[in-house]
């Protein structure tokens, strides 16, 4: 048994009162080093136990060998012979420990509780740098510049600096050393190397976090920020609304004389604020985020999701637009529409087009779906069939249509045609077919080969008596 080590108590009593590291855990962590240290000092492969003692700082060796039947291994095993002439109550199975503390032990052991309580001392550090911070996360804190590179801008927050990534940063934003800024806690996570803060300044979060403690009403909850695009640096829209009735949401924000966003803007060094009012509306929220241009009517598109044509003054077209789109960018993104914006004249031009189009595709007559030719009642055709390609007779009829595919004849041409058909009774079907052409229609498709004339007859009667006056 080592003597017992008074320094190294009092070691343990100091990381327990000031870095509130339990003893038990300090314990625990020293006698596993203890093992490891010895066998790297006394070159032991076997089963090696070290016991510390927290209250006198004796520390023990020991070496645990298993008792069994035969013993093939006296540094792993004891046989149940010579177990139980130690104690005759051993059995195979049970563990028993021989103490194996060499003389010198106590200089090692004091260098390797050394090493342990320094190793014990970061990670409780980095564990209670972790715990205070990560409470932090998503809120905003004040922090010192403390040095550039051309990576990070290293904030000091106190016990630990975070740092700033470029993309984090306000594009052309400069800073001072030593300069107080405010940045938004982004990420606080445990490495290998301690805990990493990483803080921005250009995420819409910040903005929302910089309104809560400049307007009380939004802390409070009373005013609520809807929703937020923003282009770090240059513009933002935010959009609020008011759970009392009684409360302008908008003029909350701005405060009175524009106190309280002219402090948010000075603290982002001149970014331009659009404070809008949201509603459930989704006509009435675009045309508040296309502040500052007026809007004349919002369309949305049937035909496609969260898509939106806005229309707006001549004279403002610009404006809606704002400097390389920038303020059709930030209202699409506020309210999550995809937003065409369009002055009163092109709109006008544009819905002039849409109505062409729709009574150019309504004149158009696709031939897919015309399977009859509409005639009149020829009561002497007895049979006409497209297979055979046979006309038996034609007698007695004074009138027939003649329907010309390429000319596509509205009804009311077909019906000056039909005066200047004349078929002799007599005329046989090669002359017919060159008078009288039915490709248009394509009423003898293949599968209809057999159909009498009689059946296209009766299909058609109703529309050709409106249509056609034949003469007898």
């Given at each position: 048994?080592?003597?017992?080590?008074?320094?190294?108590?009092?070691?343990?009593?100091?990381?327990?009162?000031?870095?509130?590291?339990?003893?038990?855990?300090?314990?625990?962590?020293?006698?596993?080093?203890?093992?490891?240290?010895?066998?790297?000092?006394?070159?032991?492969?076997?089963?090696?136990?070290v016991?510390?003692?927290?209250?006198?700082?004796?520390?023990?060796?020991?070496?645990?060998?298993?008792?069994?039947?035969?013993?093939?291994?006296?540094?792993?095993?004891?046989?149940?012979?010579?177990?139980?002439?130690?104690?005759?109550?051993?059995?195979?199975?049970?563990?028993?420990?021989?103490?194996?503390?060499?003389?010198?032990?106590?200089?090692i052991?004091?260098?390797?509780?050394?090493?342990?309580?320094?190793?014990r001392?970061?990670?409780?550090?980095?564990?209670?740098v972790?715990?205070?911070?990560?409470?932090?996360?998503?809120?905003?804190?004040?922090?010192?510049?403390?040095?550039?590179d051309?990576?990070?801008?290293?904030?000091?927050?106190?016990?630990?600096?975070?740092?700033?990534?470029?993309?984090?940063?306000?594009?052309?934003?400069?800073?001072?050393?030593?300069e107080?800024?405010?940045?938004?806690?982004?990420?606080?996570?445990?490495?290998?190397?301690?805990?990493?803060?990483?803080v921005?300044r250009?995420?819409?979060?910040?903005?929302?976090?910089?309104?809560?403690?400049?307007?009380?009403?939004?802390?409070?909850?009373?005013?609520?920020?809807?929703?937020?695009?923003?282009?770090?640096?240059?513009?933002s829209?935010?959009?609020?609304?008011?759970?009392?009735?009684?409360?302008?949401?908008?003029?909350?924000?701005?405060?009175?004389?524009?106190?309280?966003?002219?402090?948010?803007?000075?603290?982002?060094?001149?970014?331009?604020?659009?404070?809008?009012?949201?509603?459930?509306?989704?006509?009435?929220?675009?045309?508040?985020?296309?502040?500052?241009?007026?809007?004349?009517?919002?369309i949305?598109?049937?035909?496609?999701?969260?898509?939106?044509?806005v229309?707006?003054?001549?004279?403002?077209?610009?404006?809606?637009?704002?400097?390389?789109?920038q303020?059709?960018?930030?209202?699409?993104?506020?309210?999550?529409?995809?937003?065409?914006?369009?002055?009163e004249?092109?709109?006008?031009?544009?819905?002039?087009?849409?109505?062409?189009?729709?009574?150019?595709?309504?004149?158009?007559?696709d031939?897919?779906?015309?399977?009859?030719?509409?005639?009149?009642?020829?009561?002497?055709?007895?049979?006409?069939?497209?297979?055979?390609?046979?006309?038996?007779?034609?007698?007695?009829?004074?009138?027939?249509?003649?329907v010309?595919?390429?000319?596509?004849?509205?009804?009311?041409?077909?019906?000056?045609?039909?005066?200047?058909?004349?078929i002799?009774?007599?005329?046989?079907?090669?002359?017919?077919?060159?008078?009288?052409?039915?490709?248009e229609?394509?009423?003898?498709?293949q599968?209809?080969?057999?159909?009498?004339?009689?059946s296209?007859?009766?299909?058609?009667?109703?529309?050709?008596?409106?249509?056609?006056?034949?003469?007898?």
């Amino acid at each position: 048994m080592s003597e017992p080590n008074v320094d190294l108590i009092k070691a343990m009593d100091v990381l327990e009162e000031e870095k509130g590291i339990s003893r038990e855990i300090v314990k625990e962590a020293l006698e596993s080093a203890l093992v490891l240290a010895y066998k790297k000092n006394y070159d032991q492969a076997q089963n090696v136990e070290v016991t510390f003692n927290i209250n006198t700082g004796a520390i023990n060796v020991f070496s645990v060998k298993e008792v069994v039947e035969t013993n093939f291994d006296s540094t792993l095993e004891i046989s149940i012979e010579e177990a139980q002439e130690i104690n005759p109550h051993y059995e195979i199975g049970d563990k028993i420990k021989f103490e194996i503390t060499p003389e010198d032990f106590g200089r090692i052991a004091t260098q390797t509780a050394k090493h342990v309580i320094l190793q014990r001392l970061r990670e409780a550090e980095r564990e209670s740098v972790y715990k205070e911070f990560v409470q932090y996360e998503d809120e905003i804190m004040t922090g010192v510049v403390d040095r550039e590179d051309p990576r990070f801008i290293y904030i000091d927050l106190g016990r630990i600096d975070a740092v700033m990534p470029i993309r984090e940063q306000i594009p052309g934003e400069k800073f001072e050393m030593d300069e107080r800024v405010k940045v938004y806690v982004s990420k606080v996570e445990q490495t290998n190397r301690g805990p990493q803060i990483t803080v921005s300044r250009s995420q819409p979060e910040f903005l929302r976090r910089l309104f809560e403690q400049e307007v009380p009403e939004i802390y409070d909850g009373i005013v609520e920020i809807m929703s937020i695009a923003r282009e770090a640096g240059d513009r933002s829209k935010i959009a609020v609304r008011s759970r009392d009735n009684q409360i302008d949401p908008v003029g909350t924000c701005v405060g009175q004389g524009g106190s309280r966003v002219n402090a948010i803007v000075n603290e982002l060094h001149g970014e331009n604020m659009d404070i809008v009012e949201y509603s459930d509306d989704p006509a009435v929220f675009i045309e508040n985020a296309m502040s500052p241009s007026q809007v004349v009517e919002v369309i949305f598109n049937e035909n496609e999701e969260n898509s939106t044509i806005v229309v707006v003054p001549d004279y403002q077209l610009s404006l809606a637009i704002g400097k390389k789109g920038q303020n059709a960018r930030l209202a699409a993104r506020l309210t999550g529409h995809r937003i065409d914006i369009k002055s009163e004249t092109a709109y006008a031009e544009y819905l002039a087009e849409q109505k062409a189009a729709e009574e150019e595709a309504a004149l158009t007559v696709d031939d897919s779906e015309i399977d009859v030719i509409p005639i009149d009642n020829v009561e002497d055709i007895e049979s006409f069939t497209h297979g055979d390609m046979d006309y038996d007779s034609v007698e007695d009829a004074d009138d027939l249509m003649r329907v010309n595919d390429e000319e596509n004849m509205s009804p009311e041409q077909v019906e000056e045609a039909i005066a200047d058909v004349e078929i002799d009774g007599e005329q046989d079907y090669d002359e017919l077919v060159e008078e009288t052409t039915y490709d248009e229609a394509e009423e003898f498709s293949q599968d209809e080969d057999e159909r009498s004339t009689e059946s296209l007859l009766d299909e058609n009667d109703e529309i050709v008596e409106e249509q056609l006056d034949i003469e007898e």
